[in-house]
């Protein structure tokens, strides 16, 4: 149980971080910041392989590399509709 909370944890401070590096994360709450988070540390690892220091089970470098390309394309895909 103590694992999933901190997963849950690492994966809000990764979806923060790429949030901030992107500049998009400004309107982004807790729920999407850890979404962004476990689901850019799928795509992170899947890309790049787990390598460097790992906190929780997740890879911290190619999981925020892959939470920025997660928002990226997301901040991409709402901008599109919301011009539209």
Do not use: C, D
């Not at 944890?9 to 807790?30: E, H, Q, R, Y």
């Not at 795509?43 to 390598?51: K, M, Q, R, V």
């Amino acid at each position: 149980m103590l694992h999933w909370i901190w997963v849950l944890i690492v994966g809000a401070i990764i979806g923060a971080i790429a949030g901030a590096l992107t500049k998009n994360g400004g309107s982004m709450g807790w729920i999407s910041n850890i979404l962004a988070g476990l689901i850019g540390s799928s795509l992170g690892e899947a890309l790049l392989g787990a390598w460097g220091p790992q906190v929780a089970g997740m890879a911290i470098i190619p999981s925020i590399i892959g939470a920025v390309i997660l928002v990226l394309i997301v901040s991409a895909i709402f901008s599109r509709r919301a011009h539209a």
